[in-house]
């Protein structure tokens, strides 16, 4: 599975969107984007993914460069509970496969 | 509906000692891994079972194994504890489908070893 780079910390405004960027530029073509996130002392929650379109759910937007070697996790409107450690994964197609988490960034909404 | 279920939730053992850590997974899933996080550091795999068979096993020495029962919950054993195995285990459960990589985490096990 590729491997992705991101930064180790980031803050945001509560109420403002937060826009969380990962870089994978050795991504191959049958490779997926994967989020999850961290909250302290929980287990990680899955957020979204996406293999070359933009997505949205619920929680959150995926946008992917057109050459795939980046992506950007948006939260549209942080609140304090969105403080966690953000995990960007590659993954290859497949089912069930095993995560690589890296070291995350690490959001901070403020007040 | 119940999420994934990991017992104990803390545990304390001294060096040498054995220990022994319990999962069950969201109903339906027959997909279950193990995973250490130390602390600072992401969680790192440990171990996949699918329909009690090992399908994949991370870079851990053979005091770490696992099992898993025809009622797909799972097992994690780790023997002869050093302080370095001190960590929240987490387990995750997932549907077998293909293309399908959610992963539904327990709130895991913190073990201490002194």
């Known amino acids: 599975d590729a491997k992705t780079t991101q930064p180790p910390s980031m803050d945001c405004a509560e109420g403002r969107a937060a826009n969380l960027p990962c870089n994978h530029s050795?991504?191959?073509?049958?490779?997926?984007v994967y989020w999850y996130r961290q909250i302290h002392s929980q287990g990680p929650q899955y957020i979204i993914h996406?293999?070359?379109n933009n997505e949205t759910n619920e929680m959150a937007s995926l946008i992917i460069t057109e050459d795939r070697k980046s992506s950007t996790l948006i939260l549209p409107h942080a609140t304090l509970r969105d403080t966690a450690v953000y995990y960007c994964?590659?993954?290859?197609?497949?089912?069930?496969?095993?995560?690589?988490f890296g070291s995350g960034t690490q959001l901070t909404v403020l007040p | 509906d119940a999420g994934v279920t990991q017992s104990p939730t803390h545990l304390i053992k001294t060096r040498g000692q054995q220990v022994t850590l319990r999962c069950s997974p969201i109903?339906?899933?027959?997909?279950v891994s193990w995973y250490q996080q130390v602390l600072g550091q992401g969680p790192q795999f440990i171990f996949q079972?699918?329909?009690?068979?090992?399908?994949g096993r991370g870079n851990f020495p053979d005091r770490f194994s696992a099992r898993q029962f025809p009622n797909y919950s799972s097992e994690l054993n780790v023997n002869a504890l050093l302080l370095g195995d001190s960590a929240l285990y987490l387990c995750?459960?997932?549907?077998?489908?293909?293309?399908?990589?959610?992963?539904?985490f327990g709130p895991g096990t913190r073990l201490t070893v002194l």
């Open positions: 079972y699918y329909e009690k068979e090992e399908r």
């Open positions: 050795t991504i191959s073509g049958n490779e997926y």
């Open positions: 109903s339906g899933h027959k997909s």
């Open positions: 995750a459960s997932s549907l077998e489908v293909q293309g399908y990589n959610e992963q539904f």
């Open positions: 994964i590659v993954i290859k197609s497949g089912s069930a496969r095993q995560l690589t």
């Open positions: 996406g293999l070359k």
